[in-house]
């Protein structure tokens, strides 16, 4: 049998968007069925509220622009180009689009016991980030069957297949992005150590929730978040008042303190002298 999709095409001054829906789909939960899939471009900045997916799983992938998904908790995850994730049908959040624009690619399949047994304990079931190159075999197959099915009529067997197999895919690319080391965020912290970072935003740059996000790090490096920004910026400062024309209050300020007798505590808690004592170490 051929699965027919309408195409349904929506317009406006900041939002182009265009899906294809099944017309003849219904849920099966032995079988993988692709229920749409569409394209979409935001042109300026605004907030889209997202309730949801009914009986499906939407599958977002970023081809350009950036925003921040902004989940029910108020968890943030910040969308780049190459970010990849999935609006469950329980899932409630809204899109912050940037002024420069995002433009995105949307895959649905319904709900049913081989999707959910694909995404058992996956991270991005589980309401997580993923970043893949465009080129990637998993980006390739969700293209694919976009193009499959703007073409025309498709085969419900292909469909099933190659939903099957961009999910397969998109599980060994889970399981290799470099996404799952967060040395990138330790290089993060050391390029933004005179900025006011927040727990909030460097989950956001992990593309991780905070609770995620704090675990995975403790685990990794054996410390919280904070308590390795904290120790960067000390060991940054010491390393700066060694320097005889640096003064205190302008080291303060290049490691990310706006309050000098903060700072000068917690030099003092941390080095067990105070920061005046610029010569020692």
Request: charged content about 20%.
């Amino acid at each position: 049998m051929d699965f027919v999709f309408k195409k349904s095409e929506n317009h406006t001054r900041k939002w182009d968007e265009t899906y294809w829906f099944s017309s003849s789909f219904q849920a099966r939960k032995k079988q993988m069925v692709l229920a749409f899939y569409g394209e979409s471009t935001v042109s300026e900045a605004c907030e889209v509220s997202r309730p949801g997916c009914m009986d499906f799983y939407c599958f977002e992938y970023i081809v350009q622009g950036k925003g921040t998904l902004i989940d029910a908790d108020n968890s943030r995850y910040q969308l780049l180009p190459g970010t990849m994730y999935i609006i469950s049908p329980e899932r409630h959040c809204r899109i912050s689009v940037s002024e420069q624009g995002l433009q995105k690619i949307m895959l649905g399949i319904t709900n049913g016991t081989l999707l959910q047994m694909m995404l058992y304990r996956s991270q991005i079931g589980g309401g997580e980030l993923l970043r893949l190159s465009g080129d990637c075999e998993a980006i390739q197959l969700f293209r694919q069957l976009g193009d499959a099915i703007k073409a025309g009529s498709a085969p419900e067997q292909y469909l099933a297949t190659e939903c099957y197999r961009f999910l397969l895919q998109l599980a060994l690319s889970e399981n290799t992005a470099p996404r799952h080391s967060l040395h990138f965020i330790s290089e993060y912290m050391q390029n933004n150590l005179q900025h006011q970072l927040t727990l909030e935003q460097l989950a956001a740059v992990a593309g991780m929730s905070k609770i995620s996000f704090i675990r995975k790090f403790r685990e990794q490096f054996g410390c919280t978040p904070i308590q390795y920004l904290i120790s960067l910026r000390l060991d940054y400062a010491r390393t700066l008042l060694k320097l005889p024309y640096m003064s205190v209050n302008e080291v303060a300020s290049l490691c990310g303190y706006r309050n000098v007798k903060f700072f000068s505590r917690e030099y003092h808690r941390h080095f067990n002298f105070p920061p005046s004592q610029k010569r020692q170490g």
